[in-house]
């Protein structure tokens, strides 16, 4: 069965420092997702992409988040200038085509330490 | 923004006992999620929801649009049902719940 995959499982930086977390959707899906969790709160939208550009965003995407799909396969979710309260397991997930509202595959999550 | 609550916060069960978590949001929605997350932290998708009710095995979603409200009933529930099960609404963006930790007992 297809699935999400996403790398690296664990990433350690230092605080200041830019990250890419990458991830690998579903061959045929279109819309593409990240969201994040700290540790012990709920799940936070981040952003949706469809069609190469961005769909909606949360007010936790400010000016140091990126997406990018840069070789139709990845879909990597950049952060600059990174800060303590970036720490938290970051999901990827995408959807099917022609329909944005079916149901989503996750990814296992890249959990991001900032020190 | 959509504020979406879910109760209970935390269940503990007997295995074979029917279980249901509750899920409501304060706006419209375009759609509603029911998601399965693990112990290890991996997310599920488990249903949906537009409209009406969906069946998947033990496991049945049903949605109030009128009464912004959805129910996720387990029949027959079993220790590997032991997770934390979320709702997320999509209205402008998602919306999440915080969970509801559920614990089967054998």
């Known amino acids: 069965e297809p699935e999400v995959t996403q790398t690296p499982s664990h990433q350690v930086t230092q605080m200041g420092q830019e990250v890419i977390l990458r991830c690998v959707p579903i061959?045929?899906?279109?819309?593409f997702y990240w969201y994040r969790q700290i540790l012990g709160q709920k799940v936070e939208f981040l952003v949706s992409?469809?069609?190469?550009?961005?769909?909606?965003k949360s007010e936790i995407f400010d000016d140091r988040f990126s997406v990018e799909r840069p070789d139709g396969s990845n879909f990597t979710l950049k952060i600059r200038s990174t800060k303590l309260e970036d720490s938290a397991m970051y999901f990827c997930a995408s959807t099917d085509p022609g329909e944005r509202l079916n149901e989503q595959y996750f990814g296992p999550g890249t959990r991001l330490t900032v020190t | 923004k959509n504020e979406v609550e879910q109760s209970p916060q935390n269940l503990t069960a007997q295995e074979g006992e029917f279980i249901t978590i509750n899920c409501s949001y304060s706006v419209g929605i375009s759609a509603l999620h029911w998601l399965q997350q693990h112990p290890g932290g991996g997310i599920v998708s488990l249903f949906m929801?537009?409209?009406g009710k969906k069946k998947h095995g033990r496991l049945i979603a049903t949605i109030n649009i009128q009464e912004k409200h959805s129910s996720l009933h387990i029949t027959a529930s079993h220790p590997r049902d032991s997770a934390v099960y979320i709702c997320?609404?999509?209205?402008?963006?998602?919306?999440f719940g915080t969970g509801t930790s559920l614990t089967v007992i054998p």
């Open positions: 992409f469809y069609n190469n550009e961005i769909s909606e």
């Open positions: 061959s045929n899906h279109l819309y």
């Open positions: 997320a609404v999509r209205w402008d963006q998602f919306y």
């Open positions: 929801l537009s409209s």
